[in-house]
């Protein structure tokens, strides 16, 4: 078992719909979660990170997290083309803090 | 504010020779990491540093790679001798403090074939 798992997709969204990313993890006591997106070609920039149990909300981004459930997701509201990306799920191990574990991300397509 | 800073942006090289990667990070961060991407295997971390000194290389594929940071703001990755399957895309990144809720800054990148 991976010790983050996401599907690869590619998820195909129309314009302004809202696109829901998931991600879930192995390790129970991971603590920190963060979204990367990666345009193709390009290196991963943070999105947001979430910690707690719950919804964050940052703009057109809402991350969720289910600790008990081991997943995270990440919902995008009105899905522009400028959204198609890869989004990398990438997890704080319990064993070492200081690193993270990536996701092999999923493929977000936005259609006019 | 200035990022990381990779070089070269672009290697091709013919295998069995010598690779050198370079990375600056954002001055303060404490943390430095090497990560190599693939299509079939993602991001995959090889090495990472705290304070210029290296904490866990147990991502290193063998010993043909090597990764140095003599000081705070200069890291290298070594590949010697380069072989096809170390085609790739490493990234070095860099966070200012322990990664629990403190994110990391990831350079452009440095895009290797080994032909």
């Known amino acids: 078992q991976k010790e983050v798992e996401q599907n690869s997709g590619p998820l195909s969204v129309p314009e302004g719909a809202i696109a829901s990313l998931n991600c879930t993890y192995s390790d129970r006591g991971s603590q920190s979660f963060f979204w990367y997106r990666q345009y193709s070609g390009k290196s991963p920039e943070l999105i947001m990170f979430i910690y707690s149990n719950g919804d964050k909300e940052d703009g057109r981004f809402t991350a969720q997290l289910n600790k008990a459930s081991q997943y995270v997701s990440l919902l995008i509201r009105d899905s522009q083309p400028s959204d198609s990306a890869t989004y990398l799920c990438?997890?704080?191990?319990?064993?070492?803090?200081?690193?993270?574990?990536f996701g092999t991300g999923t493929r977000l397509q936005v259609f006019p | 504010d200035a990022g990381v800073i990779q070089s070269p942006r672009h290697e091709v090289t013919e295998m069995g020779q010598e690779v050198t990667l370079r990375c600056k990070p954002i001055?303060?961060?404490?943390?430095l990491f090497w990560y190599r991407q693939t299509m079939m295997r993602g991001l995959e971390l090889l090495i990472y540093?705290?304070?210029?000194?290296?904490?866990?290389d147990s991502g290193m594929p063998e010993d043909r790679f090597s990764a140095k940071m003599p000081n705070a703001s200069f890291s290298t990755l070594k590949i010697q001798p380069s072989e096809p399957r170390d085609s790739a895309v490493y990234f070095c990144?860099?966070?200012?403090?322990?990664?629990?809720?403190?994110?990391?800054?990831f350079g452009d990148g440095t895009r290797l074939s080994i032909l």
């Open positions: 540093f705290n304070n210029n000194v290296p904490i866990d």
């Open positions: 001055s303060g961060h404490d943390y």
């Open positions: 990144a860099s966070s200012p403090r322990q990664g629990l809720f403190w994110p990391q800054h």
């Open positions: 990438a997890v704080t191990p319990r064993r070492d803090t200081d690193k993270l574990i």
